[in-house]
């Protein structure tokens, strides 16, 4: 019998986490920033992991001030900070030097909210799913992640 993509994965050191699919279609995911606790839309198009403004006490982060202007999600030209060297841990998977772009979630927490959806800390990109050799499996709704 052919095994299975969960089987193969596990076999080969990912762990899995399970994704949530929202009423707008978006996968949420739970993470933790620096011992913390958060929500987040997993995001394959977003190049940048980001957190909210609102974020930086909650996660602890060191904000410095960035030339990157954020366009994404129906807004363009909005200003961003960075923080560096963040500890993400994902299910079983961490690593402690992740950059994360922080700016104003309103305009998405709004539209999430408008649909009845939870609103969220920030988005994981597509830089943490390229470091953790993330595998998205969408129809049993899983994300995998390389230990």
């Known amino acids: 019998m052919a095994e299975t993509l969960q089987e193969f994965l596990l076999k080969?050191?990912?762990?899995?986490?399970?994704?949530?699919?929202?009423?707008?279609?978006?996968?949420?995911?739970?993470?933790?920033?620096?011992?913390e606790k958060?929500?987040?839309?997993?995001?394959?198009?977003?190049?940048?992991?980001?957190?909210?403004?609102?974020?930086i006490e909650t996660f602890k982060l060191k904000a410095e001030?960035?030339?990157?202007?954020?366009?994404?999600?129906?807004?363009?030209?909005?200003?961003?900070?960075?923080?560096?060297?963040?500890?993400?841990?994902?299910g079983k998977?961490?690593?402690?030097?992740?950059?994360l772009v922080l700016f104003n979630l309103t305009h998405v927490n709004t539209a999430l909210i408008n649909h009845n959806s939870k609103p969220v800390d920030g988005i994981i990109g597509a830089d943490i799913l390229k470091k953790a050799k993330g595998v998205i499996d969408y129809e049993k709704k899983y994300l995998?992640?390389?230990l």
């Open 12 to 35: 080969k050191g990912y762990t899995k986490v399970k994704l949530h699919l929202t009423k707008t279609n978006h996968f949420e995911i739970k993470a933790t920033i620096n011992g």
């Open 65 to 90: 001030d960035s030339m990157i202007k954020a366009a994404g999600a129906g807004a363009i030209d909005m200003e961003t900070k960075m923080s560096k060297k963040n500890k993400v841990k994902i």
């Open 144 to 146: 995998y992640l390389k």
């Open 93 to 99: 998977w961490s690593n402690s030097k992740i950059v």
């Open 38 to 55: 958060g929500l987040f839309i997993l995001d394959t198009g977003a190049s940048s992991s980001c957190v909210g403004f609102e974020g």
